[in-house]
């Protein structure tokens, strides 16, 4: 059973579309829970690290909020550069190994 | 700042064939991290070193030995590749172990094992 789900699996948006993907977890004791940005080809890039349930991050068209269960990573009138493939990433407990989800791919469609 | 680096950036391999992955970052980060990366499946962890002249088991260790050559390089080894090991495999690192440190991810190595 995952940790950390990821949902949807899959994500089509036209330019323009705001939307939400999640990131529920099922661990206790949250250090940090990470958003990163992976392009087709290339290797994650850090996008947000939320620490406490409340807390909110914004990245230009990106808003990434926190309560105790799950994360969402809100896209705001979303433009075809947006697409990629986001991944959520939940350090917890007594570990300070991050546990990955298996991502959402976004695309926008212009 | 290259950051993190991999190499090489593409490999094709026989059954039972060895090779080595190279990481190495420039950052001055204590720990790094090696992961696998699979279609429809999460990164999951091989090994890691949280400093210098340490190094621990992840989530998926078998079939992979690694070395912490120094604080900057951190490298995979592959004794005997197996078809289960085609995979792209990224290198991590963060500045301190023990920590809540952004994790920075180089370009990846995409193996094939036939």
């Known amino acids: 059973e995952d940790q950390v789900t990821q949902s949807p699996e899959a994500l089509r948006l036209q330019e323009g579309e705001s939307s939400s993907l999640n990131c529920s977890y099922t661990?206790?004791?949250?250090?940090?829970l990470f958003w990163y940005r992976q392009d087709p080809g290339k290797g994650p890039e850090f996008l947000f690290t939320?620490?406490?349930a409340g807390e909110e991050k914004e990245k230009e068209r990106l808003k990434a909020t926190l309560t105790k269960k799950e994360s969402f990573l809100h896209i705001t009138a979303p433009k075809p550069e947006d697409s990629a493939t986001y991944l959520c990433?939940?350090?917890?407990?007594?570990?300070?190994?991050?546990?990955f989800g298996r991502g959402t791919s976004l695309i926008v469609h212009p | 700042n290259a950051g993190v680096t991999q190499t090489p950036k593409f490999q094709v391999l026989k059954t039972g064939q060895s090779m080595t992955l190279q990481c190495a970052q420039d950052m001055n980060h204590n720990s790094m991290y090696w992961y696998r990366q699979d279609p429809g499946m999460g990164l999951r962890l091989i090994y890691y070193?949280?400093?210098?002249?340490?190094?621990d088991k992840g989530e998926v260790p078998n079939g992979y030995n690694v070395s912490r050559l120094n604080k900057r390089e951190f490298s995979l080894r592959l004794e005997s590749a197996a078809p289960s090991q085609t995979s792209v495999y990224f290198c991590?690192?963060?500045?301190?172990?023990?920590?809540?440190?952004?994790?920075?991810f180089g370009p990846g190595t995409r193996l094939t094992v036939l």
């Open positions: 070193s949280a400093s210098e002249g340490t190094t």
């Open positions: 990433a939940v350090q917890a407990g007594g570990s300070y190994i991050p546990t």
């Open positions: 939320l620490y406490s």
């Open positions: 661990v206790s004791g949250l250090r940090g």
């Open positions: 991590a690192s963060t500045a301190s172990p023990l920590s809540t440190d952004t994790q920075y």
